[in-house]
């Protein structure tokens, strides 16, 4: 009897080292992929991502169709779905590649449990993780909460010799499987304000496979200086590929290791890829803290800050989103997000130090903004950042370190370029002001034509009132302790 099997597709659309497709394509005579849009909770996919999977799904299609087999496309409950499924193909056996949040392994584990009651295998693999979260732990047994030993402790362990190659064909089920189109998940906003989006990014497996092909050959040699200066693009830009899996991690460590071969260890590249692969390593750290620590998307890890005393402001928050702060690295930083749907990590930071610090604005409103602006919108990610940023998280930064928005512009955009980039109305301004147009002298502004609280806000709060605000709000809470 020949044997059928279905594999799930989620946050892993590539055909490359994904383990859950190689195994079913070696395992059974017939398989069927299928991709299952969930009605999720409260963190459900933001416009910008839901923009990204459109297009990813798209391509996605076309790879597997190139293979003989057809993407089945269904909306609805995960289990609820795959069961009747299994039962009209009379499979036998389901693959995935498991998920780390909250929301995906509860709705895992309830479709395997139902599963397997009927008598159905179910085939679990990592291909989104270079270590599975649960077995990287302290010597205590406990989880790691500091970036540092956790990278310790796993980084020597990574031992990637060869990549899972593509199947050369697929042979799915001869039943006709009803399915959806992409178009049918409406995914794509109805108003389109994706165009600034769509003209720098490139979704799916061959999108990413470049990208990584560009950084490497390009920019990976200069990524220690290049990564903090945000107006070139030294950067490697495959964040939200690797999202929803169109590359995995362990594609990425061994093309970098690759390329690095015959170098010694102090030479640029090689210490330029160190640093870079330290950067998988936070995302890696960021899926481990979300995995051991789950209500941290909504609570502080440190408990004290949930008595932190956040001001509500709606028109501050606003001005936040819209890049109008009167702060140009934050204004630059605000529009990039808003135009293109990412922003460069250092702006990141120094954008949610402000809102956090200088506005006094809880973390939950910044990232619930990332969330739906951000094409690389990752739970994981998203959270760690916003509570390192906010000081209530894992390895967080002290919240009495408050970034001067001035003095970061001067120091990773010293000529002005990121800034004149991304709000041009402050183009003209010499480089000596145009990190702070309202300390600029009359004559110089009407030079630039600028005129402030017209073309370009005064700030939001002056920054020694804002630092000691933020200090204040901090020793409110230091008896918690």
Sequence with gaps: MKTVGIVCFRNDLRLADNLALAAAVQDCDFVLPIFIWEAKDSWAEGGASRWWLHHSLCEFSRSLKELGAKLIIAKGNFKSTLLPLTSELKATRVYWNRRYDPFGRREDAEAEKALQATGVLVKSFNSSLLHEPHLVLT???????????????????????????????????????????????????????????????????????????????????????????????????????????EIGPRQ??????????????????????????????????????????????????????KSFPWRKDD????????????????????????????????????????????????????????????????????????????????????????????????????????????CPELNKLPSKWIHKPWKAPKDVLESAGVELAVNYPEPLVDHAFARVRALAALDSIKSRD
């Design 315 to 422: 028109m501050q928050l606003k001005a936040w989103q819209k890049g109008q702060t009167g702060y140009p690295i934050v204004d630059a930083g605000m529009r990039q997000l808003w135009q293109t749907g990412w922003m460069h990590n250092r702006v990141r930071m120094i954008v949610a130090s402000f809102l956090t610090k200088h506005l006094l604005i809880s973390w939950h409103e910044g990232s619930r903004w990332f969330w739906d602006t951000l094409v690389d919108a990752d739970l994981a990610n998203n959270t760690l950042g916003w509570q390192w940023a906010s000081g209530c998280g894992a390895d967080a930064a002290p919240y009495f370190r408050i970034f001067n928005p001035e003095l970061q512009g001067e120091k990773f955009d010293p000529d002005g370029t990121y800034v004149r980039r991304w």
């Design 139 to 245: 010597k205590s047994g406990g989880p790691f909460k500091v970036f540092t030993p956790f990278w310790n402790n796993c980084s020597t362990r990574i031992d990637i010799e060869d990549i899972k190659r593509p199947p050369r064909s697929i042979t799915p089920p001869e039943a006709a499987i009803a399915s959806l189109s992409v178009g049918d998940l409406a995914l794509e906003p109805k108003i389109d304000w994706a165009s600034g989006i769509r003209a720098v990014w490139s979704p799916g497996e061959k999108g990413a496979s470049e990208q990584l092909e560009v950084f490497i050959d390009e920019m990976l040699e200069h990524y220690q200086y290049g990564r903090d200066i945000p107006s070139t693009d030294q950067v490697s830009r495959l964040s939200p590929h690797l999202h929803f899996g």
């Design 252 to 305: 990425v460590w061994l093309a970098i290791n690759k390329a690095c071969v015959g170098a010694s260890k102090s030479s640029e590249l090689r210490k330029s890829a160190d640093i870079y692969l330290k950067e998988i390593g936070w995302r890696e750290f960021a899926h481990h803290v979300l995995f051991h620590f789950s209500d941290t998307a909504d609570t502080p890890l440190h408990a004290k800050f």
